[in-house]
């Protein structure tokens, strides 16, 4: 059974950091470029970060660029987003989002970012 579970969500103050994870499951995670992509209420998803299955290439959105770094990890079967300097307007539901293929794909249940005092 394939398994994205983010972890590392919650609440945090202008300028804080956090650091979501993303546990895959059920799925040869090294064959898989993996990415976050992010939802806020009422604007579509949008990418934020993604990373290539041997980690050679990272791309970001410009809005996160200098401030969010991906990276992974295949011997743990995870990746990471390191959000740091975060504004209000990053706040969103953050899933994690795995491909190989056209026919290959999984999303996770997201997890809840929410930057406000």
């Known amino acids: 059974q394939v398994q994205l579970v983010e972890s590392g969500g919650g609440l945090v103050q202008p300028g804080g950091s956090l650091r979501l994870s993303c546990a895959a499951s059920?799925?040869?995670?090294?064959?898989?470029?993996m990415s976050w992509y992010r939802q806020a209420p009422g604007k579509e998803r949008e990418l934020v970060a993604e990373?290539?299955?041997?980690?050679?290439?990272?791309n970001y959105a410009g809005s996160v660029k200098g401030r969010f770094t991906i990276s992974r990890d295949n011997a743990k079967n995870t990746v990471y987003l390191q959000m740091n300097n975060l504004k209000p307007e990053d706040t969103a539901v953050y899933y994690c989002?795995?491909?190989?293929?056209?026919?290959?794909?999984?999303w996770g249940q997201g997890t809840q970012v929410t930057v406000g005092s």
């Open positions: 990373i290539t299955s041997t980690s050679l290439t990272t």
């Open positions: 989002y795995a491909w190989r293929n056209r026919y290959a794909s999984f």
């Open positions: 059920g799925f040869t995670f090294s064959n898989y470029a």
